[in-house]
């Protein structure tokens, strides 16, 4: 059973930073890929960004430049660094993993942005 347990999220004001965590309950090589994804209220949920097990990572363009994904293999952790965070980035943030053909999802984190 895969396990993955988001944290990091909160309040914070615009122009400001948080860093999300994803902590996976086995290795996080034994997966094709990793990533994050958010969903606002009414909206779909969206691609933030995600990092294969080799390390090749990708942003959606709203994103890019102010996010970063990242790993500790050592943790068995995918990290979101979140930075110049708007008020349109407002969402729960949920960590995912693919193995083969299974989508596992974690239960999401709660990203307040205030103007």
């Known amino acids: 059973q895969v396990q993955l347990v988001e944290s990091g999220g909160g309040l914070v004001q615009a122009g400001g930073s948080l860093r999300l965590s994803c902590a996976a309950s086995?290795?996080?090589?034994?997966?094709?890929?990793m990533g994050w994804y958010r969903q606002a209220p009414g909206k779909q949920r969206e691609l933030v960004a995600t990092?294969?097990?080799?390390?090749?990572?990708n942003y959606a363009d709203s994103g890019k430049g102010r996010f970063t994904i990242s790993r500790d293999s050592a943790k068995n952790t995918v990290y979101l660094q979140m930075s110049s965070l708007k008020p349109e980035d407002t969402a729960v943030y949920y960590c995912?993993?693919?193995?083969?053909?299974?989508?596992?999802w974690g239960q999401g984190t709660q990203v307040t942005v205030s103007s």
């Open positions: 990092v294969t097990s080799s390390g090749r990572s």
């Open positions: 086995g290795s996080i090589f034994s997966f094709n890929a």
């Open positions: 995912n993993a693919l193995r083969s053909s299974l989508s596992y």
